[in-house]
Each structure stands twice: as C-alpha cells, then as structure tokens.
C-alpha cells in the first residue's frame, strides 16, 4: 500500500509492503450529537510486523456522502484479497498441520477451539457463531451462556472470524 504523505522535503510517499503487514482491523460507529445519530464513521486499519499502523477513517454525516458505505465495502474487500487471504491461509495451513493457533483468548484447533481463561473445550460439533455488523459471537450449541464475543474493530478479530468460519465450515457438520 502506498500513498502520498505530502512531505516534499523527504520522501513523497509512504509504503506498507504486503509482507510487512500481519493485521487488519475494521469499524463502523454513529455519530452522535447529544442524543441524535447524524452519521457514520467509518474506520480500517492495518498493523506492520514493526508495530506503525496506517489508518483511514472518513465520516458520512446526515447521508450526505451515502456512496461511504460501498466504498467501505469495497475497500474492506480490496484488503482481504490481495492483503489478508495469505495471512489466513498461513494459519489455516498451521491448524491443519495439527499446530493451534491463539488469537484473542482463543485456541483455535482441529478438535476445536478452547477459551483460554477458562479452559472450556468446545468441538466443531458443539460450536456455532454468530456474524453482527461490529462484532461476532462464538458459543456453545446447545448452551448460549458459554460464549465470547469480540468486536471487529479490535486487532486479530477478523483473523479469528475467518478461522473460526472456515475450519467449522470444513469440519463441523
């Protein structure tokens, strides 16, 4: 990713290359005036291997910019495939050499995932998630009550998501 940083006195632009990047993160929040939503704020970011994020946030207020949300859309998508599919895939490849992955509090495996602070196991079978528009749940099937959440505009949430979705896809029924 590259863009013009308008310091003429140095380099002009500032670069994030592919390998460097190792997260993603995105949000969407109202904005709100007293007790009045006027509008969006729309937010992605990336994370480096160095620990620099590149944020772009841009806001719609009162609908006047409507066409924001399909740029996001958009956007978000351009991200995922030619910047975060590798980054997936090198942990759906860990998981499926028999090694977990933890992401969030969560140990993600071929058996399943285990919440890490309380030590509950719950297998592929017994596992089922929910996708909202700022977040996600993961519970258990048959007792909502064990559950986490995570929000996707939290760093690893969407790393998580998508293992999450994938391997219970592949291996939960």
């Given at each position: 990713?590259?863009?013009?940083?308008?310091n003429?006195?140095?380099?002009?632009?500032?670069?994030?290359?592919?390998?460097?990047?190792?997260?993603?993160?995105r949000?969407?929040?109202?904005?709100?005036?007293?007790?009045?939503?006027v509008?969006?704020?729309?937010?992605?970011?990336?994370?480096?291997?160095?620990n620099?994020?590149l944020?772009?946030?841009?806001?719609?207020?009162?609908?006047?910019?409507?066409?924001?949300?399909?740029?996001?859309?958009?956007?978000?998508?351009?991200?995922?495939?030619?910047?975060f599919?590798?980054?997936?895939?090198?942990?759906?490849?860990?998981?499926?050499?028999?090694?977990?992955?933890?992401?969030?509090?969560?140990?993600?495996?071929?058996?399943?995932?285990?919440?890490?602070?309380?030590?509950?196991?719950?297998?592929?079978?017994?596992?089922?998630?929910?996708?909202?528009?700022?977040?996600?749940?993961?519970?258990?099937?048959?007792?909502s009550?064990?559950?986490?959440?995570?929000?996707?505009?939290e760093w690893?949430?969407e790393?998580l998501?998508?293992?999450?979705?994938?391997?219970?896809?592949?291996?939960?029924?």
């Amino acid at each position: 990713i590259e863009f013009e940083n308008k310091n003429l006195t140095s380099d002009l632009f500032t670069r994030f290359p592919k390998s460097d990047i190792v997260d993603f993160k995105r949000g969407l929040d109202r904005i709100v005036w007293y007790e009045f939503s006027v509008g969006y704020e729309y937010s992605l970011a990336l994370l480096d291997k160095d620990n620099n994020t590149l944020e772009i946030k841009f806001r719609d207020y009162f609908g006047l910019h409507s066409n924001y949300s399909k740029f996001y859309s958009e956007l978000t998508n351009l991200i995922w495939e030619y910047y975060f599919t590798d980054i997936v895939n090198v942990d759906l490849d860990e998981i499926y050499n028999r090694n977990d992955v933890e992401l969030n509090g969560i140990k993600i495996g071929l058996n399943g995932i285990e919440f890490m602070d309380t030590r509950e196991m719950l297998d592929w079978k017994n596992l089922d998630f929910k996708e909202y528009l700022r977040y996600f749940a993961v519970h258990k099937t048959d007792n909502s009550i064990i559950h986490r959440t995570f929000n996707f505009n939290e760093w690893n949430s969407e790393r998580l998501f998508c293992l999450i979705r994938t391997v219970k896809k592949e291996r939960g029924n």
